[in-house]
């Protein structure tokens, strides 16, 4: 039996939920799905600039996990730039 997920802090709500290539028309496109701990992780390393230990701890979870996280949230967004693909992302659930 899996462990249960521990909450993660999540502290940035964007305003919009898509961004996708200019000139293609969404319902033509793939889309590919960022989930709000992902987006926090990306903000945390690479906007913010803070090391992956510091960002582990301001999300309330492990450095590996921060770090599955990233990768998994790096992949996502180079797949939509390389592919032409649309990035939905999730809403923080309440």
Known sequence: MPRRKCHRNVRFSPDC???K????????MQN???YPDELEAIRLKDFLGLEQK????KMNISQPTFHRILLSARKKVSDS?????????EKIKQ
């Open 17 to 19: 939920l898509f961004f």
């Open 21 to 28: 290539p200019a000139g293609i028309k969404l319902r033509d």
């Open 32 to 34: 590919i799905v960022l």
């Open 54 to 57: 510091k960002c582990a701890i």
């Open 81 to 89: 730039l390389v592919n032409g693909k649309a990035i939905k992302i």
